[in-house]
């Protein structure tokens, strides 16, 4: 048990570095989840977002002003989608 949580701590030191080296040291952890999303799938939208299992913790509102603060930040972009224009597909700026 000890090994595990050493490790998690661990795990915990790397992603703080990782985060820091990206510019979220500031961000909340809903949008530092958000940006990871976004950042690690194609074709990514709050509803894409919200379907995902790890943000069931997360109130739809919630995911939508992350989006908001990471667009508003110009950190993260919208573009209507071609397929469905009610949608906006987000990705990295």
Request: proline share 1%; hydrophobic share 40%.
């Amino acid at each position: 048990m000890a090994k595990a949580v050493s490790r998690l701590f661990q795990l915990r030191k790397a992603l703080d570095e990782c985060e820091k080296e990206f510019g979220l040291a500031g961000y909340s952890e809903v949008e530092k989840a958000v940006f990871s999303y976004i950042s690690s799938n194609a074709n990514a939208t709050i509803t894409s977002i919200k379907n995902d299992p790890y943000f069931s913790k997360y109130s739809l509102s919630t995911i939508k002003r992350a989006v908001l603060f990471l667009t508003s930040n110009e950190v993260v972009k919208a573009e209507q989608s071609s397929l469905d224009k009610r949608e906006m597909i987000l990705t990295l700026q």
